[in-house]
């Protein structure tokens, strides 16, 4: 299972390259460059190493959520500490890597595409650190519900480029990263931010993510000695669950995914792609959709701008196909709540994407042993989040 | 001999180079698409591809992605151009060739779309987000099918993908004339001169040049390197700009009559 995907970037029946023309002989050189900076131990490796060290902060704190656990009288609860790494969430594990090597292969400019503005905000991040100009592509709707994000990257030098084309966000914010890409293609370095889009984007930023994975793992051993029996993490596109998944892969480990039940999942507002979907190609993958009967893209719909997306990760669908990895989902309301729950409970804000993933940790804790061990990961901190929540929230402003 | 490959022949033997314009199948509806096609072809076009409009058209520019939306809005979907496929082969002979984007051919079914295209009198495919590397199915099913497989060469295709996109095209091979998306007519000038040359070091199999060639002045200096001139954009800014109005079949006819004759002008 680790070996995947195979050579031509596909998971089973999922993954490959389905993109233009003009994009193939850049992804072809991606992939050589990215796999010889893979082997690089002393150069490319090292100096990624230390940027995610000193600069990152890594490795992050993995908390024993004693209030948490207390409270929820099942399981016992670890928080993987992702919130506390630089600028605020696990995006930066990959913008450090994909920067780097953008550097290393030459290239000249740095465009990405984020939804809540963490992506986006950790690109900039790095492409300031690393010295290169960096232009993202933002959905409106994200940037009227993202505001403290768009000022940072801007603050960081990022210029953002509002996208109002469909439904102002994450999808249309990937589509036109993916027109300036085919239409700059010598010069230009993209910074995908999840495990989506073609090989081999899922695989890199897949590797990038698993120093979460593999730091849980060696932190928790350290810790109890033994293995966690449940992990748990939001999915979007899918980059904070699958880096923390993929080191336990072959582990007798349940590995959890939640997804956006937004209004519910009858009411067709939701980003629920694996629990609702059907297998189709968007962004330069066959993954799960979200799409109508004639293969056109649903608009989807949730509080979390990150989580608010109609694909998935081409290796995420491999996973639930496989029965390897378990896929629920939470409503709007519902992380909402969790949102408050966590802040009060542990002093910690979560990402409305992370609240997902603490409002499933209310259902199923209660239910297990209490030597039973759960890992959350909190991806992200939610700071971004206070000015929508109080929008959303029945209680008025937070 | 199919249709495509009969057209090719035909204007070889006459020194004459193919004009195919482009068109979003259903904007502004699928009625004056039908009229559109038979004006286009009565002013000069030697094939005509139709849009299979999608929702996230990635290698295209405002101007088509602006009339797939026009045309998602009237509810066009495969199973109605199909339906328009079978109406037009009613009244001509013209080759046919749609142009679109994966997700709605793989939905439809690779090996029941092929069929069900082919059985109407559809000529050719081209898929713009869709490298040989995938479209093994796709390609066993429109061989066996007689339906040809068009595949794209761009300004950074290495001699390696040269020889893969000539060996898997039937028809012809699209040639993109800059790196970028569609109707891009501020795209500097690539030196397409040298990426025909190599293409033809390695095929005998025509080649059309398409991506912003928005002028008569430019379809000629493309006709001049090529086998066939495809334009797209500007053909579908006029249907934008004319769409309910009655003069539309008139002024596209005529613009369209200008770059046929720009293009087979000596």
């Known amino acids: 299972m680790n070996y995947l995907p195979d050579k031509k970037g596909h998971f089973g029946q999922f993954g490959g390259k389905f993109v233009p023309e003009t994009v193939m002989p850049a992804l072809q050189e991606l992939e050589e460059a990215y796999l010889?900076?893979?082997?690089?131990?002393?150069?490319?490796?090292?100096?990624?190493?230390?940027?995610?060290?000193?600069?990152?902060?890594?490795?992050?704190?993995?908390?024993?959520?004693?209030?948490?656990?207390?409270?929820?009288?099942?399981?016992?609860v670890y928080l993987k500490r992702e919130d506390l790494a630089h600028t605020g969430a696990h995006k930066i594990n990959n913008t450090l890597g994909q920067v780097l090597l953008a550097k290393k292969m030459g290239k000249t400019r740095i465009i990405a595409e984020t939804g809540a503005g963490q992506h986006g905000v950790a690109t900039a991040t790095a492409a300031?650190?690393?010295?290169?100009?960096?232009?993202?592509?933002?959905?409106?709707?994200?940037?009227?519900?993202?505001?403290?994000?768009?000022?940072?990257?801007?603050?960081?030098?990022?210029?953002?480029?509002?996208?109002?084309?469909?439904?102002?966000?994450?999808?249309?914010?990937?589509?036109?990263?993916?027109?300036?890409?085919?239409?700059?293609?010598?010069?230009?370095?993209?910074?995908?931010?999840?495990?989506?889009?073609?090989?081999?984007?899922?695989?890199?930023?897949?590797?990038?993510?698993?120093?979460?994975?593999?730091?849980?793992?060696?932190?928790?051993?350290?810790?109890?000695?033994?293995?966690?029996?449940?992990?748990?993490?939001?999915?979007?596109?899918?980059?904070?669950?699958?880096?923390?998944?993929y080191p336990f892969l072959e582990d007798e480990v349940e590995l959890i995914g939640i997804e956006a039940g937004g209004l519910g999942l009858s009411t067709y507002r939701h980003g629920a792609t694996l629990a609702r979907g059907s297998i189709g190609v968007l962004h330069g993958s066959k993954s799960y959709?979200?799409?109508?009967?004639?293969?056109?893209?649903?608009?989807?719909?949730?509080?979390?701008?990150?989580?608010?997306?109609?694909?998935?990760?081409?290796?995420?669908?491999?996973?639930?196909?496989?029965?390897?990895?378990?896929?629920?989902?939470?409503?709007?309301?519902?992380?909402?709540?969790?949102?408050?729950?966590?802040?009060e409970i542990e002093g910690i804000i979560p990402a409305l994407e992370s609240a997902h993933a603490i409002a499933y940790l209310k259902k199923l804790a209660p239910g297990l042993k209490r030597d039973d061990i759960v890992i959350v990961n909190l991806s992200g901190r939610g700071d971004k989040d206070l000015e929508e929540v109080g929008n959303e929230s029945p209680r008025g402003k937070v | 001999m199919n249709r495509l490959e009969a057209k090719f022949k035909k204007l070889k033997s006459e020194g004459k180079k193919a004009f195919i314009p482009f068109i979003t199948a259903g904007d502004p509806n699928l009625?004056?698409?039908?009229?559109?096609?038979?004006?286009?072809?009565?002013?000069?076009?030697?094939?005509?591809?139709?849009?299979?409009?999608?929702?996230?058209?990635?290698?295209?520019?405002?101007?088509?992605?602006?009339?797939?939306?026009?045309?998602?809005?009237?509810?066009?979907?495969?199973?109605?151009?199909?339906?328009?496929?079978?109406?037009?082969?009613?009244?001509?002979?013209?080759?046919?060739?749609?142009?679109?984007?994966?997700?709605?051919?793989?939905?439809?079914?690779?090996?029941e779309f092929v069929k069900r295209f082919s059985q109407v009198g559809l000529d050719g495919l081209i898929v713009a987000d869709l490298p040989p590397e995938e479209a093994n199915d796709l390609k066993k099913e429109a061989d066996k099918n007689n339906l040809d497989t068009i595949f794209l060469l761009t300004p950074v295709s290495s001699e390696e993908r040269i020889k893969l996109v000539s060996a898997s095209s039937t028809g012809f091979i699209y040639c993109v004339s800059y790196t970028g998306i569609t109707?891009?007519?501020?795209?500097?000038?690539?030196?397409?001169?040298?990426?025909?040359?190599?293409?033809?070091?390695?095929?005998?199999?025509?080649?059309?040049?398409?991506?912003?060639i928005?002028?008569?002045?430019?379809?000629?200096?493309?006709?001049?390197?090529?086998?066939?001139?495809?334009?797209?954009?500007?053909?579908?800014?006029?249907?934008?700009?004319?769409?309910?109005?009655?003069?539309?079949?008139?002024?596209?006819?005529?613009?369209?009559?200008?770059?046929?004759?720009?293009?087979?002008v000596n």
């Open chain 2, 31 to 111: 009625e004056v698409t039908k009229s559109l096609v038979l004006e286009l072809e009565k002013r000069g076009a030697d094939m005509v591809e139709l849009g299979v409009p999608f929702s996230d058209p990635i290698a295209d520019g405002p101007v088509i992605q602006k009339s797939s939306q026009r045309a998602l809005k009237k509810r066009i979907s495969l199973l109605k151009i199909l339906e328009l496929v079978r109406q037009l082969r009613q009244k001509t002979t013209i080759p046919l060739v749609l142009m679109g984007y994966y997700n709605p051919i793989f939905k439809f079914g690779e090996a």
């Open chain 2, 183 to 212: 109707g891009d007519a501020r795209k500097g000038e690539e030196d397409l001169k040298e990426l025909i040359g190599k293409i033809r070091m390695l095929t005998s199999k025509p080649i059309g040049i398409g991506f912003g």
């Open chain 1, 128 to 245: 300031a650190v690393l010295g290169l100009p960096c232009q993202v592509y933002m959905g409106d709707e994200d940037i009227r519900r993202q505001k403290l994000n768009v000022s940072r990257m801007k603050l960081l030098g990022a210029e953002v480029i509002p996208v109002s084309s469909g439904s102002c966000t994450l999808k249309e914010a990937i589509n036109e990263a993916m027109r300036d890409w085919v239409t700059n293609i010598r010069s230009t370095y993209y910074v995908l931010g999840s495990v989506v889009g073609p090989h081999p984007y899922p695989m890199m930023v897949r590797d990038f993510q698993s120093v979460i994975g593999k730091e849980t793992r060696q932190q928790i051993l350290a810790k109890e000695k033994k293995l966690p029996g449940y992990l748990l993490a939001c999915v979007g596109g899918g980059s904070n669950s699958l880096g923390l998944f």
């Open chain 2, 214 to 264: 928005s002028s008569p002045q430019a379809a000629k200096k493309a006709a001049s390197l090529a086998d066939a001139v495809i334009v797209g954009s500007a053909i579908v800014k006029r249907i934008e700009k004319y769409r309910g109005n009655k003069n539309l079949l008139r002024e596209v006819g005529t613009f369209a009559e200008r770059l046929a004759r720009a293009i087979n």
């Open chain 1, 289 to 343: 959709l979200l799409q109508d009967r004639n293969g056109q893209i649903l608009f989807t719909h949730s509080v979390a701008p990150g989580l608010d997306y109609p694909g998935v990760g081409p290796e995420h669908s491999y996973l639930k196909e496989s029965g390897r990895a378990k896929y629920y989902t939470v409503t709007d309301s519902q992380a909402l709540e969790a949102f408050r729950w966590l802040s």
């Open chain 1, 36 to 76: 010889q900076a893979k082997e690089d131990k002393n150069g490319f490796q090292a100096e990624l190493q230390l940027y995610l060290s000193d600069y990152a902060g890594r490795p992050t704190p993995l908390y024993f959520a004693e209030r948490l656990t207390h409270n929820l009288k099942g399981a016992k």
